[in-house]
């Protein structure tokens, strides 16, 4: 009896319907812009529809993958680049009464550019514009809009005070709205956890366009937008963080080592220590295709970066003792402020002004493509040197290992949304990246091949993955079309056991699934 039961209702829920997919009317929805906004803050010059001149550029200004960004490959109807709150919340009620679907974009770097493609008719929600900071030094607090990129948002908090320094990630043009609700790792995760550990509050419009902060705010929203992925429960606007303790100067090193010169035998040692070092320390390690034309000798080098909230003095004293392989030298290491830190990560020589933190794109740059994966015990040197030879293939293709341990196994996997806690050693970022067009079969052929090599060393049974490392191939759905069987796929690899809460919050604040995407979560009540 039972098993009949759960079969009907099973049968009940595999589609969920999302909003209606009939042919929109662009008048009636930019009508309905206009009575939903007022002459003060006029909407006219937050709108862009196929007749404005500047459309494609306003398209393509934030569209971070060029392999995804083509505008006359999608249905794309409208763009509103809100300038003001009241933008935000006209649009999603017009859309929804139009049943005309949105794609939420902040900074734009959604690895499969789902925050502006869609193979049904859509409207872009472009925050951009609303990127303004306000910081409490004596608190310790910042509210940051969601159209703020990183490199704004360290900028600013560095200039309030020299001690202080944010929980986020890496690439300084991320924006805030969509790095953060994926959860933002960056190298201070060891010591302070990531950027949703860190978030205290929000402002978020939901589905009947009403703006929900603190205490209209449930727990339970605030929860699943901390790594749950803001675009499946509605808009946020802004969020309230935690700014965290860092001394005045740190250090930083970049060595690397290549295959002949024992970097497997490096990177195997690597794996056992990385993750119980000090939790002021942060070691990434970098294997990548030594891309350098001029010489004929292809190796893999390994670039060990790292990160420490302390001295010169005191990081040679912890490398050299847990891992001498390396042979790090006091020249290798740079004593420079947590921001400097952000412009050497992205490989900027030391020195560089930080003004470039403050740049923002205005085309794509190149094309690429992640995955991701979680490991919980060392890849043997076999199988590095399996993933080595596969990566000599090609000079477009490197890996991130970035480690856990510290206060990643600290914090409860349900704590938050973002499920990927105690029991990893590391996690690997793969990244292909290419300027021609015509090596773009090449380089995803590439990357299957090296997930699938890469199977017998990593998390199973699900293969976890990470939400912010955007992949489709972990599972999708097309366009406007939900189907909770597939959304159980991606979403188990996503978000492990937080999968149903996640579902029930969807439930309760989404149950017509106006919020819907590729990879977004359907609204299921537990059964
Ligand atoms: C070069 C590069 C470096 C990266 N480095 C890191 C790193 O160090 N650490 C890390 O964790 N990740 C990193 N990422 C991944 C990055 O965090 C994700 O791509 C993230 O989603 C980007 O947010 P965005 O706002 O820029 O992107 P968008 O493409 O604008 O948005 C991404 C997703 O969030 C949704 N979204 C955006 N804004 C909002 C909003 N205001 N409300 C609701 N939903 C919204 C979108 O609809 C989409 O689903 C990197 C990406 C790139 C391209
Ligand atoms: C806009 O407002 C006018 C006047 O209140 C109303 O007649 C019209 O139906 C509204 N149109 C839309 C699309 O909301
Ligand atoms: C787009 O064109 C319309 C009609 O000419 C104009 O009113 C609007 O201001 C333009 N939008 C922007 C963002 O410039
Ligand atoms: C280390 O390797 C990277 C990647 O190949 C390269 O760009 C860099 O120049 C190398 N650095 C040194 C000091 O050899
Ligand atoms: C290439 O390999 C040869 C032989 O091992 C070595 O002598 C030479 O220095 C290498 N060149 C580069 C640029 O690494
Ligand atoms: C940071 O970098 C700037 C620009 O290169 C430099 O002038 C400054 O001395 C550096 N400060 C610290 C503390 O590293
Ligand atoms: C997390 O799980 C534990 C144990 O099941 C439970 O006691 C706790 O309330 C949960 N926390 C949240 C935030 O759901
Ligand atoms: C890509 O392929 C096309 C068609 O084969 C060719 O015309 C073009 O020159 C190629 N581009 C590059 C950069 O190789």
Redesign the pocket.
Same mark, same amino acid.
């Given at each position: 009896m039972k098993e009949v039961v759960s079969v009907l209702l099973l049968v009940l829920i595999v589609s969920v319907s999302d909003a209606k997919v009939t042919k929109p009317s662009i008048e009636n929805f930019v009508q309905c812009l206009h009575n939903r906004t007022r002459s003060e803050n006029p909407i =006219?010059?937050?709108?862009? !529809?196929h007749? =404005?001149s !500047?459309f494609v550029s306003s398209y393509v200004s934030y569209t971070k993958n060029k392999r995804l960004s083509n505008p006359k490959d999608t249905k794309l109807i409208a763009i509103v680049a809100a300038k003001h709150e009241s933008h935000a919340q006209a649009t999603v009620v017009c859309a929804k009464s139009n049943s005309i679907q949105i794609r939420i974009r902040s900074g734009g770097h959604d690895y499969e550019g789902l925050s502006y493609i869609s193979s049904v008719p859509f409207v872009i929600l472009d925050m951009h514009d609303l990127r303004s900071i306000t910081i409490d030094v004596s608190k310790k607090q910042a509210w940051v809009d969601a159209g703020a990129t990183m490199g704004e948002l360290y900028t600013k908090v560095s200039k309030a005070s020299q001690t202080l320094a944010v929980v986020a990630g890496v690439c300084y043009t991320l924006g805030a709205g969509g790095h953060i609700s994926g959860g933002g790792y960056g190298n201070l995760m060891r010591k302070y956890g990531i950027s949703v550990d860190n978030v205290v509050d929000a402002r978020v419009v939901d589905v009947n366009g009403k703006i929900l902060t603190g205490a209209t705010l449930g727990d339970d929203l605030l929860w699943a937008i901390k790594g749950g992925g803001g675009a499946s429960f509605g808009v946020i606007l802004s969020w309230k963080i935690n700014l965290v303790d860092v001394p005045k100067t740190v250090t930083v090193f970049k060595v690397n080592k290549t295959l002949e010169q024992g970097a497997t035998d490096v990177l195997y040692k690597w794996q056992l220590v990385s993750s119980k070092l000090p939790q002021e320390l942060f070691p990434r390690a970098m294997p990548q295709h030594v891309n350098d034309a001029t010489s004929s000798n292809k190796t893999i080098v390994v670039v060990f970066y790292a990160q420490f909230l302390g001295s010169a003095k005191d990081l040679m004293g912890i490398i050299n003792k847990n891992l001498p392989e390396l042979g790090l030298k006091r020249e290798d290491c740079y004593e420079m402020s947590w921001l400097n830190t952000t412009t050497f990560w992205q490989d900027y020589p030391v020195g560089t002004s930080t003004s470039v933190l403050l740049e923002r794109p205005s085309k794509p740059g190149a094309f690429f493509k992640s995955k991701s994966d979680y490991v919980k015990k060392p890849i043997p040197k076999e199988g590095m040197e399996k993933i080595w030879k596969i990566m000599l293939k090609s000079n477009h293709m490197f890996m991130q290992w970035n480690p856990y341990g510290g206060a990643m196994d600290k914090i409860e996997s349900n704590a938050t949304a973002f499920p990927h806690r105690k029991g990893n050693l590391f996690k690997i970022q793969y990244f292909a990246l290419w300027e021609d067009a015509n090596a773009t079969d090449a380089n995803l052929g590439l990357m299957k091949e090296v997930y699938s090599a890469m199977e017998p060393y990593v998390s199973s049974n699900p293969r976890e993955a990470f939400l912010n490392y955007r992949d489709v191939d972990v599972g999708s759905n097309p366009s406007g079309k939900t189907n909770v069987e597939q959304a159980k796929i991606y979403g188990s690899k996503y978000f492990l056991g937080n999968l149903k809460r996640l579902m029930e919050v969807k439930a309760k604040y989404d149950p017509e699934n106006f919020f819907t995407y590729e990879q977004s979560i359907p609204p299921i009540r537990a059964m």
């Open positions: =006219n010059e937050a709108l862009y !529809t007749d =404005n !500047t």
